[in-house]
């Protein structure tokens, strides 16, 4: 293991033979997820990733911009309405405005984040990631999800377990095929977790031809693969757990902005929900 940073800033990251290099002659998730946010830390192959699911679906762009804007609603309920002053946010992707600690340090400057991903770029760009109020804290684990055991003894260098967690999971969970049982993956890290702790979750679903389609030739041209679900088994993330209203539902509808609350924002392939652990 290394640090990067400062020790009020530390970075814990996996460093060995056995660490990813970054390769720019396939697509990877991450960085096809920041084109379509219109950033500019991606490479040409993504960007043609980006550009076919664009063509065979329009409205991927949009639910990348409603899966952002849902993690902005979401952290600010977290902290400004349930007191959570801790984040461990796994499946970070690539820095772009309004990450999770800007949104919880604006409402409580003494926030403490860990950032978790496996994507070499994201920790290129980990320095962004570490900015910090001086109050709080901000951490970043190069991890795989799969690997939770590594995931929490390295969050645990940081966050207080014994005080409540928020849990990111957005878009990150669609990433684990079903046989890799994802909902497993998630139980041992909610385990970890003491009563009080929540749960955010968001993930396209399978209700759309051609979305599936698009994320098919997707999968089969990207070193990374993306697995849609229905509905109803996204909702099982959810088990044990106390909903926050409104429930899981498509992403614009979840908690929206007072600018759209007047109106029933257009439903998305994709769904989210907030759940808290008894």
Known sequence: MISIGTADRRTTVTDGPGSPAIDSSASHSARVWNYLLGGKDNYAVDREAGDMIMRMFPDIARIARQQRRFLVRAVRYLTAEAGVRQFLDIGTGLPTADNTHQVAQRVAPESRIVY???????????????????????????????????ILAAARN?????????????????????????????????????????????????????????????????????????????????????????????????????????????????????????
């Open 158 to 278: 940081m966050l207080d377990f014994d005080r409540p967690v928020a849990l990111m999971m957005l878009g990150i969970l669609g990433q684990l095929r079903d046989e890799e049982d994802p909902w497993a993956v998630l139980t041992r890290l909610l385990d970890a977790l003491p009563p009080g702790s929540y749960l955010a979750v968001s993930d396209g679903t399978d209700t759309s031809e051609a979305l599936v389609r698009a994320i098919e030739i997707y999968n089969a041209n990207s070193a990374s693969s993306y697995h849609l679900r229905a509905p109803e088994a996204l909702a099982r993330f959810f088990e044990g757990l106390e909903l926050v209203d409104p429930g899981v539902v498509t992403i614009p509808r979840w908690r929206p902005d007072v600018a759209d609350a007047e109106s029933s924002p257009r439903a998305v392939d994709a769904i989210c929900g907030v759940g808290r652990k008894p």
């Open 116 to 150: 978790v991903d496996n994507d070499p770029l994201v920790l290129v760009h980990a320095r962004v990631l570490l900015t910090s109020t001086p109050e709080g804290r901000t951490d970043y684990i190069e991890a795989d999800v799969r690997d939770t055991d590594t």
